[in-house]
């Protein structure tokens, strides 16, 4: 019943309460969107008018060069995409439909790299293939995102009723065939999904190709970066900040069809019901996934081992090293600092995406008209399509125009943090507010519960977990923001990943070991925060992405 | 302490789920809504709790209107097909939910709760999670909680018919004790119409959103005001019938009809359970009654249910005990069976 009436809302007119609850509806949604036009419209729009001045959008379109680039990112993107895909599949199906032992810990481990800071993953294949090898950034942007495919085709794998495929068995289907045949085409919606995500994020990959590519592989992303911080050519980078824009609107709108299809008529199970112990063919794909997970292994050892390696052998002058500001005194403060003020940003710019976040995923879990809702959530999302490096990038070129005490106020660093993460935390307790009941919400406002005590009896309980989940992985991601930050920090204010990548750019070996033991630490705290997430999250057994 | 509801009319897009309702439920009175899925019935619940957005007409408590009233201030109870518990509270939380809501105090909630688990027959299960309920018991704790604020009206929405049937059977005649026992003004939705005959005083058959006739429980069964509604519960044919002095007179032969149908032109509603066979080998009877042939046979769990042609009629349902039964392509003959038979209006 809730469901035909959440689609057939009656059109009555004599309800004095549904005016109430649109109004009360819009005055929330307009402090996350106020957000967004502040610290993300306005940014970026100042870009794209830059970008069609002279020596703009026409010029550049004109040059072979930037043909070349276009080709390079979306070349790149597309073969990172399909090995992540690739990889991420037999881990999908371990972690979904096979009661194995340890399944917790492989989805700790397959999560790690995801919110692990670009830096930390540039200088972990750095350490493997050495400088400037197109394999590394490939292998590097696959191995950043395996966890997406593994997240959302995982996700509603687990949830997908093993009926069907039964079915197709008893009908005389071998295995291969009923997967091919049932279970991929539901598996479908998701995988093109996770797909469209990972492309976006290999397409705008920023630190990775930066720190393995240098000078030699560029993509628009570090382009854009280079040309701003090298070349001070604004109207060039405004516009292939244009360029990458509407790639990144494309591929986000593929995203979002993708993902309508997939709420609708699948039939979900409790993930508990759909896992089995493992029967013959399943071993071959548990040799793959072990495969997988030991090439996600080797580069996060190879970070621990170099931070540890020093001229004379095993030692750790890296991890001394850190309290100081590097050698020849490249950083004003001691990386210690530099990880406070990036533990201080990410603090706060979680609280601030919690809200943020929080506020947009109540709106459009209630909003009844889906235009509104698909509108709104599109908003919601497009910051984390749109390059780290444009919107930081943007903030520099409207800076001007903010009273100084903002434009030189520390906070810029955690509001663009804020606007990276905000789109994550939507669609991680989205799903779950949309998955609850609206009858139970309907049972509690005929016990007497108001509008506001509803929510915080039903909707706040129930999505609790996946709010720390939220927050949690919010938190490691505003902690590894590079893009943007980078733009924006000063040495004082300066964050550890930037910390480290000035320590790498700079010669002299205690510097990089310095690094490698910095990574290493970025590296912990990510891998703790994460299990302790998962642990959580394991007992919810929730419906969600990521 | 009466709920009217006055040409109620609920409106999705450009079909009319309900179409201008007249209905009430008097003081302690227990009115059953029923009709085939899809006829508006919970929609018609729902507007009265206040859940959907009415397009005219009014739902009125003691003759105020609550179209100002939002769900949470009309003190309405709501029991949901499937419960709809809470799922991280415990048994006692979801009992206490509207207590706490209304601020009673801890010691009242405790001695509500407990009385109220007591009531429903699940004495001590306070500190149970839900989760771990069976679905009758679930369905316990949802009424437990809906009862326990002491609501001026129960809203019952399918109620029993998630679960079981010999659990819904056994739930019924549990909630109808209940209902008496608290004195609860209550209106049921419900397909199903044994359990609309256990639970209500009155039954309100509906179709295509509209009322087609409200009754007490034998009446509508006896005499439905027209042929939907007969159809609706069972008759699945009818034949023309002459009354005089209290008998009806049809090609199936004579039955005793209640008292007040007047002499004339009548429909002989038949259900299974109205016509009833005797071989035909077999003595006894009169003339006047009609035969058929048996075309098939199904066992039911008390009886078993024939399908007879009946010359001039066709096909007719019927129904026989286990002992005896007759053979498929066998002639039998037919009785009517004055209980079971519905007189309409010719």
Known sequence: MSRVSRERRPTGTSVSASTRRRVGLVVLAVVPLAFLVLFFAWPVLAIIARGFGEGGVSDMLARAQTWQLVGFTLGQAAAATALAVLAGLPLAYVTARLAVPGRGLLRVLVTVPFVLPTVVVGLAFRALFGDGSLAAIVLANAFFNVAVVVRTVGGLWSHLDRRAEDAARALGASRWRAFTSVTLPALRPALGSAAAVVFLFCATSFGVVLVIGGARYRTLETEIYLRTVNLLDLPGAAALSLLQLAAVVAALAVGAAARRRREGALALRSSAETTRPPTGGDWVVLAAAGAVLVGLLVPLVAVVLRSLTTSSGFGLDGYRALTGGGEGGVLRISVVEAALNSVRAAADATVLAMVLGGLAAVVLARTRRAGATQLLDTLMMLPLGVSAVTVGFGYLVTLSALPSGLRDSPVLVPFVQALVITPLVIRIVLPVLRSVDDRLRQAAATLGAGPVRVWLAVDLPMSARSLVTAAGFGFVIALGEFGATSFLVRPETMTLPVAISRLISRPGELNAVAAYAACTMLLVVTALVVAVVERIRVRSDTVGEF | ?346
């Open chain 2, 1 to 346: 302490m009466t709920l009217t509801v006055r040409g109620l009319t609920v409106r999705y897009g450009e079909v009319l789920a309900v179409r201008s309702v007249d209905l009430s439920v008097p003081d302690g009175g227990v009115l059953a809504l029923l009709g085939p899925s899809g006829c508006g019935k919970s929609t018609l619940l729902r507007a009265v709790a206040g859940l959907e957005a009415v397009a005219r007409g009014r739902v009125c408590w003691d003759g105020v209107d609550l179209a100002g009233t939002p769900v949470h201030r009309r003190a309405f109870g709501l029991v949901f097909q499937d419960g709809q518990l809470f799922p991280h509270r415990t048994v006692a939380g979801n009992v206490a939910f509207g207590l706490r809501m209304a601020g009673a105090d801890r010691a009242v909630r405790d001695a509500r709760v407990a009385e109220l688990l007591e009531l429903v027959g699940l004495a001590g299960y306070e500190r149970r999670r839900v989760t771990q309920l069976s679905g009758g018991e679930q369905q316990r704790v949802a009424l437990a909680r809906a009862l326990a604020p002491r609501p001026r009206l129960l809203l019952l929405d399918e109620p029993l018919s998630a679960l079981d049937r010999e659990l819904r059977d056994q739930l019924a005649v549990d909630l109808a004790r209940v209902l008496t026992e608290t004195g609860t003004t209550a209106l049921v939705v419900t397909h199903d119409h044994d359990e609309a005959f256990t639970l209500a005083d009155q039954v309100a058959v509906m179709s295509e959103g509209q009322i087609r006739q409200v009754d007490g429980p034998e009446r509508v069964w006896r005499r439905p005001a027209d042929e939907r509604v007969a159809r609706f519960l069972g008759c699945s044919r009818l034949v023309s019938a002459t009354v005089r002095d209290g008998w009806a007179e049809s090609v199936l032969g004579r039955v005793r009809v209640p008292g007040d149908v007047p002499d004339g032109a009548v429909r002989l509603g038949l259900r299974a359970s109205a016509v009833r066979v005797t071989r035909a080998d077999r003595g006894g009877g009169t003339d006047v009654e009609a035969s058929g042939e048996v075309l098939r046979r199904v066992h039911q769990r008390d009886h078993v249910r024939l399908l007879v042609r009946v010359a001039d009629v066709g096909e007719v349902q019927a129904s026989t005990p286990f002992a005896g039964v007759p053979e498929v392509g066998e002639r039998v003959r037919l009785t009517l069976d004055p209980d079971a038979v519905a007189v309409l209006a010719g």
